[in-house]
């Protein structure tokens, strides 16, 4: 792993999130985007290296929402940067790690993602993330 890509809030509403983070980290959302795949809006915030990303549920059965249900606005996962994201993938399921994936999925901001099962992690979401290159 590279380093820390972006840390994910999840928030209740974007339109009241955005100039809140804007005014903390003192720097403009520089995205938003829908994920419609995964029922979600982000917002990005450049911060030194890493970002951290807001995160909106577009519909009731969405993960961000089934998270704000259960506890609420906060920290939803934590983002790795890395290289080739198959290979960190086999890396980490040969060492028991549970991939909520098999295979690398489209997400937000340019990249091809996969989830850690929090009980694989010791309660923390991971999100291996790789930056697509065309």
Known sequence: MQHIEHIGIAVKSLQESVPLFEQLLNTPCYKTEE???E???TAFFQTGESKVE???ATRPDSPIAKFLEKKGPGIHHIAFAVENIEAEMKRLAALG???LQETPKKG???KR???LH???TNGVLIELCEEIRE
């Open 35 to 37: 994920v419609a795949a």
């Open 39 to 41: 029922g979600v809006t």
């Open 54 to 56: 807001l995160l909106e």
């Open 97 to 99: 790690f549970e991939l």
């Open 108 to 110: 937000a901001d340019n």
């Open 113 to 115: 993602i996969c989830f």
């Open 118 to 120: 929090p009980k694989s």
